[in-house]
């Protein structure tokens, strides 16, 4: 268990310093970012309490699909939005193409571990991914439609309040989701086949409740979001 919230702990943290070194590289952001950049250009709330915001109000439409959240999925929603305010304020901003390429590159590769850490310490997926999965349970739809359905939706709103899109948005799409594929086995915590006996009905609800009821999506068709 410490090594599972170690993981997810330092997860979180790579993940949100993951966006902000795609935020500086200005050469366009993951859609969810998009819309918070753009949110954040008419309110000046700050980007990591805008993605904190934006995490609950998604997290809200859990209810009515019967998504229950793990420990992961809630610290996500809080966590990820501090640790990429963390590395706005560390990484300057209108730095030479050159540099910005290789931290597009860098961030990139460290969300992609970052998101193989979390999912890894099986306590929840995200609360976009979890969204994502769980109305692709309720509405029978493939999970590659409802994911493009609302990324363009949200995409699309996030641009047009003036979010950073760009071809950083769609390599991030292309590419994140074989290298999830990559380090998501690669981090994931190996349990025993039987790591529970059958006459624990006590350990078995405590680790429903850590896990939460909503699956990651499948990383390489379905690239998991935070």
Known sequence: MTRRITQLLIGLFLYGIGIALIVRAEIGVAPWDVLTQGIDNHTGLGFGLITVLVSGVVLLFWIPIRQKPGVGTVLNAFLVGPSADVGLWLIPEGLDLWLRIILFAAGLLILAIATGLYIGAHFGP?????????????????????????????????????????????????????????????????????????????????????EGSAAPSAPIIDSPAN
């Open 126 to 210: 995200g609360p976009r991914d979890g969204l994502m999965t769980g109305l692709h349970k309720t509405t029978g739809q493939k999970i590659w439609v409802v994911r493009t359905a609302i990324e363009v939706v949200v995409l699309a709103i996030g641009w047009a309040l003036g979010g950073n899109v760009g071809i950083g948005t769609v390599l991030f799409a292309v590419l994140v989701g074989p290298l999830c594929n990559w380090t998501m086995p690669l981090f994931a915590i190996k349990r025993p086949a039987f790591p529970i006996e059958p006459s624990s009905p006590v350990e078995l609800a405590r680790e429903a409740k850590l």
